[in-house]
């Protein structure tokens, strides 16, 4: 019988998560199928209870569902529990594991894309959802100097850098907008865009969370949407003369992880990383 696998979001229609993780089954002869489902938010807990099934293997899990699907597991890692966001779930015999790999993706696209390593830097977070959990959680892991958590909302800043902080980092949340994001902007080592502003079939395509006078040449700003490959931030990072990491490096990084954790074998990179960059170039 056919597995099955997938992910999991709304929208969904921007993922190319089914093109590499189907090209990877398919490249070591694994009988199985992922797939894209739009789930609304309201669906969210009836789904995962369907993911019992035998022939199941687990999911993805994106935006707007990484907290939603906790309530409804069996168990959750120790870096997805402090994250409070999960991006996989593992089905073993009906039993529902939660993992958080964007962490891992996040920091194997630094160090293996631009060299950086965060240890000691100073590093400006954009936004508090769960994409930005896992990336704070890293960071705090690899001894990141100082951190500043933007966001519009400023209690789930505040809950993040309670993490770092927790972690023995210096840390400060202020608002996504003012002078206060300025001055972050403007001393940042590292810049993680990790709203879904300039999201293609997002809501808002042609947003950006910083202008171009707010980018210092001497940052490498990452951008963890991958959908367009040059978002608006990006294009203006590299106007500013700043160094430039779209999300496609740490969506495939995060995505081997998942596929490792299903299927018990070593994820072809290189023929995920290939099949990603096909999708983006015909998008």
């Known amino acids: 019988m056919k597995s099955s696998l997938g992910i999991i979001g709304f929208p969904i229609g921007h993922s190319i ?27 969210v807990g009836e789904f995962v209870a369907g993911l019992r099934e035998p022939g199941v293997l687990g999911i993805n899990v994106t935006v707007p569902h990484k907290e939603a699907v906790i309530p409804y597991l069996d168990e959750v890692d120790q870096w997805a529990t402090t994250a409070g966001a999960v ?40 936004g508090a959802g769960g994409a930005a959990r896992g990336v704070v959680l890293a960071l705090v892991r690899e001894g990141v100097g100082h951190l500043t958590v933007a966001n519009r909302t400023l209690s789930r800043a505040e809950r993040l850098v309670q993490i770092a902080q927790d972690g023995g980092v210096n840390s ?19 810049i993680v865009n990790c709203t879904t502003l300039g999201m293609a079939h997002g809501p808002d395509e042609q947003g950006t969370p910083l202008s171009r006078q707010q980018i210092p ?49 070593p994820a072809p990179v290189p023929v995920m990383l290939e099949a990603a960059s096909r999708a983006m170039e015909s998008r």
């Open 217 to 265: 040449p001497t940052a490498l700003v990452n951008d963890l949407v991958y959908n367009p490959k040059e978002t608006p931030l990006l294009r203006l990072a590299a106007q500013a003369g700043a160094q430039v990491l779209g999300g496609i490096h740490m969506l495939v990084y995060q995505g081997a992880a998942s596929f490792e954790m299903w299927t018990g074998q």
């Open 87 to 126: 991006n996989t779930i593992v089905n073993r015999e009906g039993r529902l594991t939660g993992y958080n790999t964007d962490g891992l993706g996040f920091l194997r696209a630094l160090l293996e894309v631009n060299g950086f390593a965060p240890q000691g830097r100073r590093a400006l977070v954009l």
């Open 172 to 190: 400060l949340p202020i608002p996504l907008a003012g002078s206060a994001l300025d001055r972050a902007a403007a001393s940042a080592d590292l």
């Open 17 to 43: 998560s089914p093109l590499f993780q189907q090209a990877a089954l398919d490249h070591l002869g694994i009988d199985a199928a992922y797939q894209a489902w739009e789930v609304k938010p309201q669906e």
